[in-house]
């Protein structure tokens, strides 16, 4: 199985759409193997956006992200990454698909809810900036079944 970390960021934290958007993966049939909120520290974001250092909006990218709580989560199933990506939708709103998280809720590209990781090396580093290994929960789901091949 796959896994890979989404953020509900502060704009999706002050908006009060964890519920709506851990709903919609669940929904889905992915699993969620680590969830918590926390306040990102300045040196987390610079580490969690390192590859956006020195591009235009990382200074308010930073300042942004450290605004306001965010709820990380770990989530798993066949083709986890994928999956979680196509379903928040492209980056700038506008020009998500219908019926994705950023469409559906989102107007501005600074402002579009969630991350998610892009590939796995990406998720195995960014679930390790925010998870440790002990925090990740193994567990067994009845519903698998109904679900997987």
Known sequence: MERTLVLVKPDGVQRGLIGEIIGRFERRGLKLVGLKMLQMTEQLARRHYAVHEGK???????????????????????????????????????EAAPGTIRSDLALATSRNLVHGSDSPETAAFEIGLFFNENELIEWSRELDDWLLE
């Open 56 to 94: 235009a909006f990382y200074p308010g990218l930073i300042q942004y992200i450290t605004s306001a709580p965010v709820v990380a989560m770990v989530w798993e199933g066949p083709k986890a990454i994928e999956n979680v990506r196509k379903m928040m939708g492209a980056t700038r709103p506008e």
